[in-house]
């Protein structure tokens, strides 16, 4: 049953239970907001977040669903308001990365990146849409990534689906401006997550030395431009992008 009397701020967070999602997950939870916090296969570290967080006091759901499936993105978006009975914040974070050089990239490694990091920001910022219109409020954060803005080897893909998400986070910012709703991105650099464990060693140490800073990003600094661009007091930051990249642009 829906509880429209309840006043705690909500934020959907997909793959918000591993990586930087978990760390999103953890800051705006223990910020007091209720997190429904989505993952598509690993259900174990979704337990494992909502389980720990819970026994802190916090507010955490869990919801399977696949960013790539527009209806899973409907059902996730339904469960959460019939729970909750409202959606703030929708934070765009699931991705993956299928990385081969051109030559060896198939037609599906290519669609397979596009359809969950692209289509499925689209997919679910258009599930919560007509919800934040109606309310005349919503925060939309995209996670985007530098390599969208820089290219990458073999990332042809990833690049563009990254890429890609500059163009719809300012189309959508300019089409809700007016209603109450921010659309913006974050761009992660180079974080300690997985996806970064994925890459070679000696790749890691080359790409490190780009890195003014001089060394990775932790997941809570993301969490932190997250956080900053869902408060009420950032409704004049839209269509923008935060890099939080170790100074890589400079
Ligand atoms: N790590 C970096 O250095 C870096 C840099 C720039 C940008 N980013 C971006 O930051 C975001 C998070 O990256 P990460 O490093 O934290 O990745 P990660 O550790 O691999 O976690 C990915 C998360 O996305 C979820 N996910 C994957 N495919 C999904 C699908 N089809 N439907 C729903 N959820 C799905 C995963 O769920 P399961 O647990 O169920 O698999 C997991 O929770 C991504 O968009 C990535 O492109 C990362």
């Known amino acids: 049953m829906s509880d429209q009397s309840n006043d705690q701020r909500v934020a959907i967070v997909t793959g918000g239970t591993r990586g930087i999602g978990a760390a999103i997950t953890t800051a705006l ?5 209720h997190v429904a916090a989505g993952y598509n296969s690993n259900a174990q570290a979704a337990e494992e977040l909502a389980g720990k967080l819970g026994a802190e006091g916090a507010s955490v759901s869990v919801h399977q669903g696949n960013v790539g499936e527009p209806g899973d993105c409907t059902r996730v978006v339904g469960e959460v308001l019939e729970a909750r009975g409202r959606v703030d914040y929708l934070i765009n974070n699931a991705g993956i990365t299928v990385d081969k050089t051109m030559r060896r990239m198939t037609v599906d490694d290519w669609h397979a990146v596009l359809r969950i990091n692209l289509s499925g920001s689209f997919y679910m910022a258009k599930a919560v849409l007509d919800h934040m ?12 990534s530098t390599i969208g803005q820089t290219g990458g080897i ?7 689906s990254k890429s890609g998400l500059f163009g719809l986070t300012q189309s959508l910012a300019q089409e809700v401006a007016r209603k109450g709703i921010t659309v913006n991105c974050v761009a992660p650099g180079y974080i300690e997550t997985e996806m970064v464990a994925a890459v ?4 890691l140490a080359k790409l490190l030395k780009g890195v003014p ?3 990775l990003g932790q997941a809570s600094e993301i969490a932190r431009a997250v956080q900053f661009l869902v408060d009420d007091g950032a409704g004049y930051i839209t269509g923008s992008v ?9």
């Open 133 to 144: 219109l109606e309310r005349g409020f919503g925060r939309i954060v995209n996670i985007s």
């Open 29 to 33: 939870a223990r910020s007091g907001v």
């Open 213 to 215: 800073v001089g060394r």
């Open 200 to 203: 070679p060693e000696e790749v």
């Open 154 to 160: 073999g990332q042809a893909n990833y690049a563009a």
């Open 242 to 250: 935060i890099s939080v990249n170790g100074g890589l642009d400079m």
